[in-house]
């Protein structure tokens, strides 16, 4: 078979590209070295966001598009992602309070806001929101963005792709690819070391931290770094805060750093911005930006955290288009698309930069891109389209929720809300014909159960315990090690037994 697309990588992008494709009627094959969202596409701030600092480095465009995104994304899968309401404590010392308000009222009106409610002033010492924060911190603003679980945002976009009839290839390495009669020839490897071969017609190289090296070695296309790698790390803590709001605090070297509500109990606290350029630890965070994460949010508490406080922390790489910029936090969180063909024929698409909240778009921008190739491409489609389990009736799932606590009387209300956070109508398929947790299987520890590790693996190409624990749930933040190992090796023992 000789395929219209092929996808190298299984981020956002790379998924989000496949799935657009798949509905428009082309034939796509996705390959992805890891898991899923493994690397930058699981270790963002979890944020479906306008980006409010961008502002002030004039990305109009960008932030438009993004806040028009946010209402999109929010509509599509109201399961994975939420309305989220940031707290900003006003420090003088970084912008003055008429800036901050009247950037605040642009992002308000730019993006066409209809969902999500206006940003506000208020007095931090007469609302409970403020108790947290020390005294000095008298007056602050308000204003909405929206929650993303990232990692199944990437793994639904595949899904979706799958059910489109796209051939989805997780744990799959691109050898090397050429040019051959018009056509690009492929060659890879999976995980247990079988070799396959493709032909397609145009490929999308949307390898994140790596189109450089795919460009390069991959597809023999010399064209020098166009990546500058930013390494951004968040820490995980317990919950300091009453209330459901997040806060967005000024720091003194002019960025700003995220508290955001995290699993419940816990608050997630991020991020930095560190250019890699040789050898540093690109997968977790280092000495100095524990410290600097502390230190910034330390400034604006009533008690202060210590690294004591830590429960857990992750880092990635945030692949940025190289603009040249002088500081890692000036560069363009805008995409770049670039495409190169061989005489008009077997083209190449890269993408370069991109964020979270406009993967969306920067499809189909890609695939606006690629259209002289394909005449036969279907209009673009995913704008009023639901991502799966995202089906729940104008978006409301505080109702979807009820309703499937009204099916399942059985089921406590925190394994409920586990289910339909993250599955959303598709928790049914999951529960299936269960009327108790005797059903659900051997019990593994917090609300987590074999019926859903063998869903997982089944419908969701979950193969490790990582893929469930780290990406597909979060419950390594709940499960010791004793219960981890337990969970790899019912995962071992059912797929040897497939």
Known sequence: MVYDLFIIGG????????????????SVALCEKGDFAEGTSSKSSKLVHGGLRYLEYYEFRLVREALIEREVLLRSASHIIWPLR????????QRPAWM??????LYDHLGGRKILPASRGLRLDSVPEGAALKPQFQRGFEYSDCWVDDARLVVLNALDAAARGAKIMPRTTLVSARRQDGRWMADLVASDGTRISL????IVNAAGPLVDEVQGRGLGQNDGPLVR?????????????EGEHAFILQNDDGRVIFIIP?????????TTDITLSGDEPADTITDAETDYLIAAV?????????RSDIRASYAGVRPLHEDHAANASAVSRDYVLDVKSDGGAAPVLSVFGGKITTF??????????????????????????????????GADFAGFARQLAAQNPWLPEAMLMHYARLYGTRARDLLGDATSLADLGQHFGASLYEREIRFLVAQEWAQTGEDILMRRTKYYLRLDAGAQAAVAAFVTELRNSA
């Open 11 to 26: 981020g956002v992008n790379g998924t989000g590209i496949a799935r657009d494709a798949a509905g428009r009627g082309l």
């Open 86 to 93: 940031f707290l900003l404590p006003h420090s003088p010392e």
């Open 100 to 105: 901050v308000r009247l950037g605040l009222l």
């Open 199 to 202: 032909e397609a017609k145009a």
């Open 229 to 241: 790698r930013v390494k951004g790390s968040h820490i995980i803590v317990p919950k300091f805060f």
């Open 262 to 270: 995290y699993q419940g109990d816990l608050a997630l606290i991020g």
């Open 298 to 306: 330390n400034r604006y508490l009533v008690r202060p955290l210590a």
């Open 360 to 393: 969306r778009k920067l499809a189909e921008h890609a695939l606006a891109q690629l259209q002289p190739w394909f005449p036969h491409m279907t209009p673009p489609w995913t704008a009023q389209a639901f991502l799966p389990g995202g089906d729940i009736p």
